[in-house]
């Protein structure tokens, strides 16, 4: 009988997820997990709803820093050790930060799963955070920073991040700054490691072929050692900045994104928002990528997107082309988003859309990495698990009405910004043209 089974609760769900479990430790801690018995594979991650927004902006770059060091060394491990353990057991293991999370997380073979836990235990415990770890890994995000900015195609959403955000945290780059980078020291990163990374806002999740009790006993002991911190940065929700930012440089392409207000990941209108987003651009038969790819040869790639955050969000286009085209495409752009806002899309757009999402949640939800984010994300958002029946019912029952509605909200309030990167010739007449949209 496992040490924790008294507090374990079952999610109130469908009975197809009842699988799916939840315990909260005494230091409020909450490990959940998702047993998946036909599949051989266990993924684990450790989450803290610490992120880039979460720093100051002399702060900024600490939690991608961190993200870097937690696998650089415990006091029972150097970074060689913890590499050889999981290249022995076949096991994958890496981490990632967000504007809102820090993940670290591995997949190993069911039988590794002792291993895996007591391996990602010491580094988030453990980790040494060495000075002279932090000087080599230095250079290395140096050059992480210098891979984004010479990668176009990514550098323009940092760029239309900034330009949308302001000088709000959600407009900074989650990687740091080069200057802010070189500041940092062990001192910084363990005060800031300290501060934040406190109980409450930490989640383990884990799907696949496991049981529950079994990764409590596993991993509760040590986990409950970790104490309440003081106060946690408020996090105030940013205004929006309107208006064309074009940044000059010598490149073969035009890379343009094109933003409006979205919503909060929580919001209800969520499930409208991801199909509107499907119809716009969110696929080859999307209107976008049929108007300005297939139709006029414009673009290599079109795309459009959703970012949402626990208290904002931004809905936007992206599209590459010959410095030429900028002011043709930012037209198409402009006017593909507006006719949502002007005429029900269709039946058959509708349907498409629907079956699509609904293709890629149960395609998604054979995965146990997949399994293992929703889960936590489930957490952190609504406090319990979104059975994926309701998501598809949620997603079903969304009517043209409702897409046409959320259009003209989102789409209100002169909501629009434009960022541009490359050759752009004549600023003022983009300038011009989001006006006339604005104006409208």
Known sequence: ?????????????????????????????????????????????????????DETLSENGLSHLIEHLIFKGTDK?????????????????????????T????????????????????????????????????????????????????????????NFWGEHPLGRSILGSRDNLLTFNAERLKTFFQKLYQPDRIIVSAAGNLEHDRLLDLIGPSFETIKPGNGFPERTPPVVNMGVDVNHRDLEQVHICLGTRGLPIADPGRYALSLM????????????????????????????????????????????VEPSKSIETTRLLLEQLF?????????????????????????????????????????????????LKTVVEQIEAVNPDDILQLANTLLKNNTL??????????????????????DA
């Open 1 to 53: 009988m496992a040490k924790y089974a008294s507090a374990t609760k079952l999610y109130p769900m469908m009975k197809a997820d009842q699988d799916t479990r939840k315990t909260t430790l005494g230091n409020r801690i909450k490990i959940l997990t998702k047993q998946m018995p036909h599949i051989r594979s266990v993924t684990m991650g450790v989450w803290v709803d610490v992120g880039a927004r």
């Open 77 to 101: 491990r150097s970074a060689f050790q913890i590499a050889k353990e999981f290249d022995v057991i076949g096991g994958q293991t890496n981490a990632f930060t967000t504007m809102e999370n």
């Open 103 to 162: 993940c670290y997380h591995a997949k190993v073979m069911d039988s590794h799963l002792d291993t895996m836990v007591e391996i990602l235990s010491d580094i988030f415990l453990n980790s040494r955070f060495d000075e002279v770890d932090i000087q080599r890994e230095q250079p290395v995000i140096l050059q992480e920073i210098g891979m984004v900015e010479d990668s176009p195609d990514e550098y323009i959403h940092i760029l239309s991040g900034k």
């Open 277 to 320: 987003n499907t119809i716009l651009g969110g696929n080859m038969s999307s209107r976008l990528f049929q108007e300005i790819r297939e139709k006029r040869g414009l673009a290599y790639t079109v795309y459009s997107f959703v970012s949402s955050h626990v208290d904002t969000g931004m809905f936007g286009t992206y599209a590459a």
């Open 339 to 387: 006719r949502l806002k002007q005429e029900r899309v269709s039946a058959a757009e509708l349907t498409g859309a629907k079956e699509y999402i609904k293709g890629n949640l149960f395609l998604a939800s054979e995965s146990s990495e997949n399994q293992m984010v929703r889960l936590a994300q489930n957490e952190f958002h609504f406090q319990r698990n979104i059975p």
């Open 417 to 438: 910004s434009l960022t541009m990167l490359g050759q752009v010739a004549d600023r003022t007449a983009h300038k011009e043209l989001v006006s006339a949209y604005l």
